[in-house]
């Protein structure tokens, strides 16, 4: 008796929220982390800690309501736990006996609860028994019953079990993988700052050697003008005394001019012919070199930038594909990074945001879109096939059949049936091209409302949507896949 007290005991914690500690209400599964809530429960819990971040109350990890799922199996075992605690209590109660001791009544007709429903899944009298709504229904004693479904809580509990460790495992290897990456991005900062501060010290070093040769050419100028301004001072003195002596010549007698005449002439020539003083040729030589190293620094500036990444470069995303959008027919790979085509269905939720109808899958970068600013990625696609790819409004339309055009918010271009190239236009635009596509190059320039495509291997235009009218609205990548021998990847 014991153990089996013990054993109804595991089955309530089971079947017990753990916020309220009650049974299951409506139980609802997170997908993500696999801890189940009642509804209300995971709805008042979320919203205490607000909608931009909404934590797992169990295990605290960052949920999504998108992940929330209805457990229905996990309803089924909590009615089947309710009844199961029921009969063991009023068992233990009453210690059986006939005239219906021991069982739970018929609400309707007073009658023992002594058998159950496989149908309804549902304990019923043998007068329900006989009614109409039961009397085609597969239904066993209760007893029986209870033993089969003892062993299928029991498998439940295992698979549950099994399900928990996997999704704990699966996060423990997810933190794992996302430390590692985030420890990689952390180096290669390190690194980068690294070898800036390394790139300006060198470049600081030639600037001051730079400055200091100018500064020692500034030095020289300076003390070759005080020597040529002397010398011309001096000249200019000597020159002024000749001019004296000439004057004082000229107002001597005939005979006293004639005395020493030989000796003025000779200054007088020496004073008229003397050549001006130029500046040293050194000087002259290193402000030409100083002119050329001027010319050699704009054009390492110049390489130097076109080096580094460019602003465009930049604006390359990351873009991964989103499988809540994802088409049933549609295999995605586990890095969500492909799509092709299958021939058999999915057995999948059939949420808001997947296609149900046209075999497409919307993209996405850190789970957002695009408002602003320029962005771009590569698309490697099948030589041959049927696929297109382009962007889309995050408001497109995911049920029913879909027309691709700018109309319905669809900015794209494909290889349709034939193995022709058109750019999906109102009417199609057909694209002559000399060669076959391998990546294609999807440049969304938001605030410019333009779409263009390129082919990467050759660098060379596509096809251009411009005006393209997003009328503010967030745009996402947008693939479609239309035949079994296609398969689109997004490239690294």
Known sequence: MAAAGSSMQSLRDEASCPICLDYFREPTMIVTCGHNFCQDCLTRSCQDSGPDAWRCPQCRELVDQRHFRANRQLANFVAITKQLSLEARTGAGEGGGGGG??????????????????????????????????????VLPTDEAAEEYKDWIQS????????????????????????????????????????FKQLYQLIEDKHLVLLARLEELDKRIGRRREEHNAKLSEECASLENLVHEMEEKCRQPAGEILQGIKGIMQKCQMGIVQKPVSSPPE???????????????????????????????????IV??????????LCLSQDQKSVRLQCTQQKLPSNPERFDTCTCVLG??????????????????????????????????????????????IWALGQLLGGHYQALTSPKHHLLLNRRLRRIRVTLEYDKQQVAFLNPDTDTPIFIFSPASFNGETILPWFWVGGLASQLRLSL
């Not at 899944?121 to 009397?135: F, G, N, P, T």
């Not at 180096?187 to 700052?193: E, F, P, T, W």
Request: proline share 3%; charged share 30%.
């Open 101 to 138: 001791g021991g069982w739970a009544e018929c609400e309707k007709h007073q009658e023992p609860l002594k058998l159950f429903c496989k149908d309804d899944q549902a304990l019923i009298c043998v007068v329900c028994r006989e009614s109409r709504d039961h009397r085609m229904h597969a």
């Open 156 to 195: 439940q509990i295992n698979a549950l079990k099994k399900k928990q460790y996997e999704t704990v495992a699966s996060k423990r290897s997810g933190n794992m993988e996302s430390e590692a990456l985030q420890n990689e991005a952390d180096n290669i900062r390190q690194d980068m700052v690294t070898q």
């Open 283 to 317: 000087l002259k030589q290193w402000i030409k070199e100083f002119k050329a190293i001027n010319v050699f620094l704009q054009r390492v500036t110049k390489q130097f930038g076109d080096t580094l990444l460019s602003e465009y470069q930049l604006c390359k995303e």
């Open 320 to 329: 991964t594909l989103n499988p809540d959008t994802a088409h049933p027919d």
């Open 364 to 409: 996405h970068v850190n789970h957002a879109g695009f408002t602003s600013g320029t962005h771009w990625w590569e698309v490697e696609v099948e030589e041959r096939g049927v696929w297109a790819v382009g962007v889309a409004v995050a408001s497109i339309k995911r049920k029913g059949p879909l027309k691709f055009s700018p109309s319905e918010g």
